[in-house]
């Protein structure tokens, strides 16, 4: 009896959002306003050597994010209440030395354009996720407690470089309380 006490603690204690040593490199600031979230989103990570040859051998970088919104539970798992995909996408073109950087949600297309500067495109890829509308007409409960998770990773993964973080592991979140 104590033995399944003890196995389902450790069930639910591992159901909850993450604190672990990568939690802190995704910086995340929900913002609730006129019935959506707003989620702006950094990864604090500088640029290395390895990601900067990785991305000046030509191959297309991406750094997939995906967001999700929880709603927190006192006995029973999380629930993700909405999920979007944001992907930043980086290639350089050695031949015109310019960086070709773009942008998805969930698939779609928001912006791409083209730099000679590297800063430029290394902000596109971490910390250009400003109040970011993906989770408009999701029905959320007044003064509900919820949280944004945003977990980071890169591809490709299987490259001979070695990226800063664990495969899948950059992981953030904040919590906020929805006020309609």
Known sequence: ?????????ALVMSMQPAQGAGSDKVQVVPLSRDGEVL??????????????????????I??????????SAAVWFDRTIASAIVTATVKYDTLTRRYQVSRMIDGRTEWADATEREDAAWNALTSDFARLSLFHGVPLEPNGEYYVR????????????????AADDAVGFAKFTFIR
């Not at 989620?39 to 297309?60: D, M, N, P």
């Open 39 to 60: 989620v702006s989103f950094k990864l604090a990570e500088a640029l290395t050597e390895e990601i900067r040859t990785a991305i000046h051998s030509g191959l297309t």
């Open 1 to 9: 009896m104590l033995a399944r006490s003890l196995l389902a603690l």
């Open 150 to 165: 945003v977990r980071a990773h890169t591809s490709p993964r299987n490259a001979s470089f070695v990226w800063p973080w």
């Open 62 to 71: 991406k750094f997939v994010y995906t967001v999700d919104l929880r709603r």
